[in-house]
Nanobody, 124 residues
């Protein structure tokens, strides 16, 4: 079993900064990809930033130049530094991890896991 846990969400004024933190733990052989998505009320979930399987980084268009994703591979952790926050950044931020887990008989299981989300609210 794999757990993905986010933290760091808060209420902040426009122009401010926040740093989100996400860790994957449990039955993990390796983490293939990991990143952040967000969902605002009445809208679809969208990409914020992620590390792809080939170690490239992808950002959503609306956050480029303001948000930075980083990681600690040894601890299966990713961070999201959010600067120059805007009211429209208000959303629940979810962490996602593509994980390989060991299974009986030297098998490997591939899974896609989501955290429960952390609320980011930006006030004007």
């Amino acid at each position: 079993q794999v757990q993905v846990v986010e933290s760091g969400g808060d209420l902040v004024e426009a122009g401010g900064s926040l740093r989100l933190h996400c860790t994957a733990s449990g039955n993990i052989h390796s983490v293939l990809a990991m990143g952040w998505y967000r969902q605002a009320p009445g809208k679809e979930r969208e990409l914020v930033a992620k590390f792809n399987r080939d170690d490239t980084i992808e950002y959503g268009d609306s956050v480029k130049g303001r948000f930075t994703i980083s990681r600690d591979n040894a601890n299966n952790t990713v961070y999201l530094q959010m600067n120059s926050l805007k009211v429209e950044d208000t959303a629940v931020y979810f962490c996602n991890a593509d994980v390989v887990s060991p299974a009986p008989g030297e098998a490997l299981l591939f899974g896609d896991y989501w955290g429960q989300g952390t609320q980011v609210t930006v006030s004007s």
